[in-house]
């Protein structure tokens, strides 16, 4: 499975920016998708994921309110819409997919997901 992360770029703090996720193969829409991020200095960490039938989604606290994961199962495609963007959410975020997980599955942790896409840079000025 390829993941192909964009819509990263610089952004002043308060603004939008939407991430998206491309993703190959023909499951991909029953699969757990999440997002994770991973600033300089810090380990990788969980931003949002969400179960194949989008009915269940779990995002992190510090992100709660602010971002959204959805998909577009017809074009294979994961998003993470980032509101209120802060200093703080500066970082390289990640999707990945769960393909060996129960498509009803909303993973959190690094070790659960199988594969990853190569990342796309979030810099919020203040």
């Known amino acids: 499975v390829q993941l192909q992360a964009s819509g990263g770029g610089l952004v002043q703090a308060g603004g939008s920016l939407r991430l998206s996720c491309a993703g190959s193969g023909r499951v991909f829409s029953i699969w757990p998708m999440g997002w994770f991020r991973q600033a300089p200095g810090k380990e990788r960490e969980f931003v949002a994921a969400d179960n194949w039938k989008g009915g269940t989604t779990s995002y992190a606290e510090s992100v709660l309110g602010r971002f959204t994961i959805s998909r577009d199962g017809a074009r294979n495609t994961v998003h993470l819409q980032m509101n209120s963007l802060k200093p703080e959410d500066t970082a390289v975020y990640y999707c990945?997919?769960?393909?060996?997980?129960?498509?009803?599955?909303?993973?959190?942790?690094?070790?659960?997901?199988?594969?990853w896409g190569q990342g796309t840079l979030v810099t919020v000025s203040s």
């Open positions: 990945a997919a769960g393909r060996n997980l129960s498509p009803s599955a909303v993973p959190t942790m690094t070790y659960e997901y199988d594969d």
